[in-house]
């Protein structure tokens, strides 16, 4: 024990009564014109309530270290290198995010475009419940073995997964408004992935041939509505304060280049979103067989970053 502490311990009771604990009803305001004003029970309330709510369960150093706005150190593990996905992102940034931008009380996180399922498994990693639409049924299969896979290897703590094989535009359908406390997806890269990969040659993988598959879309305005009717969905079924994170890229075509973050973070905002902040994940530690695009005709751009778009349904705007 140190003197401090001793010196504490040792208080009498007069010593209590004489130097009693401050309270913020105690602490006096100075006015910009150097009168002193005695906080309200309305200010008293303010800062009870900032108290009790927190924004994560992170302390500061990890708090500090997730905050900076390039992440380089995410990859994908020795389990997701093997799957057979075009698009795959890594649990690892989903576990982060949920860090980041919930707390041990926020249960239920939604993927609309669930893919190989990386969301909704690193959700039930946690003890969280995953929820997710999925209309390739061999995603929903793939999804369905990677968690008996990891059942096995893992002591599970309590997690659940919930996965409808439909169309993300049937979500207001499935979901109650204000149900879910977290959205983490990754939208189909526009029909970019149906298209021959000039910059690599590698053979085409895309997510499927389903007709209702927005990967499919081919006018790029008309993609971009359909995404902003999925989010619509999702913002009905996030509760007021939460937060929708979409992992996006820009995409080209030919001579063409597709802003896509921002085209779609702006439909979003239209659709009553507020674009709250921007995370660039940097891809480099997998993107490792560069090649010089364009030459010797014309200099391109060797895409080695993607975005994680930080939107957020405003309690006051959305309420």
């Known amino acids: 024990m140190t003197h401090e502490n001793a010196g504490l311990s040792s208080m009498d009771d007069s010593e ?8 913020p009803s105690a602490d006096i305001k100075r006015r910009r014109d150097g009168t002193l004003r005695r906080p309200s029970q309305r200010d008293v309330g303010k800062v009870g309530e900032a108290r009790k709510r927190r924004a994560n369960d992170l302390e500061g150093r990890e708090w500090t270290r997730n905050s900076i706005s390039v992440w380089s150190d995410l990859k994908r593990d020795s389990e997701e290198s093997t799957l057979k996905h075009p698009a795959i992102y890594p649990k690892a940034m989903v576990s982060r995010l949920l860090d980041c931008f919930t707390t041990s009380e926020d249960q239920t996180v939604l993927d609309p475009f669930s893919g190989s399922g990386s969301t909704l498994l690193a959700a039930w990693l946690r003890g969280k419940a995953g929820v997710g639409f999925e209309i390739n049924p061999e995603y929903v299969n793939l999804t369905r073995t990677r968690q008996e896979s ?15 094989g439909q169309d993300a535009r049937a979500l207001p359908e499935k979901l109650k408004p204000g149900s879910v406390d977290i959205c983490i997806t990754s939208p189909p890269y526009w029909d970019i992935l149906t ?9 085409i993988r895309h997510y499927g041939e389903m007709d209702e598959d927005l990967g499919r879309i081919k006018d790029y305005d008309e993609f971009l509505a359909a995404l902003t009717e999925v989010f619509t969905g999702v913002l009905r079924a996030l509760r007021p304060g939460g937060y929708c994170l979409v992992n996006v890229m820009d995409l080209r075509k030919g001579p063409h280049f597709y802003p896509l973050h921002s085209d779609l973070a702006k ?28 030459y010797p005709a014309v200099f391109r751009i060797n895409k080695a970053h993607e975005y994680i778009l930080v939107m957020q349904r405003r309690e006051e705007t959305n309420g």
């Open 195 to 203: 298209q021959r990969r000039t910059a690599d040659s590698k053979s």
């Open 267 to 294: 439909e979003m905002q239209a659709g009553g979103w507020t674009w709250d902040d921007l995370i660039i994940w940097d891809r480099r530690l997998e993107y490792n067989h560069m090649r010089p695009l364009g």
């Open 16 to 23: 209590k009564r004489a130097h009693p604990p401050r309270s």
């Open 150 to 164: 990891l059942q096995v290897e893992k002591s599970i703590p309590g997690g659940e997964i919930k996965l409808f």
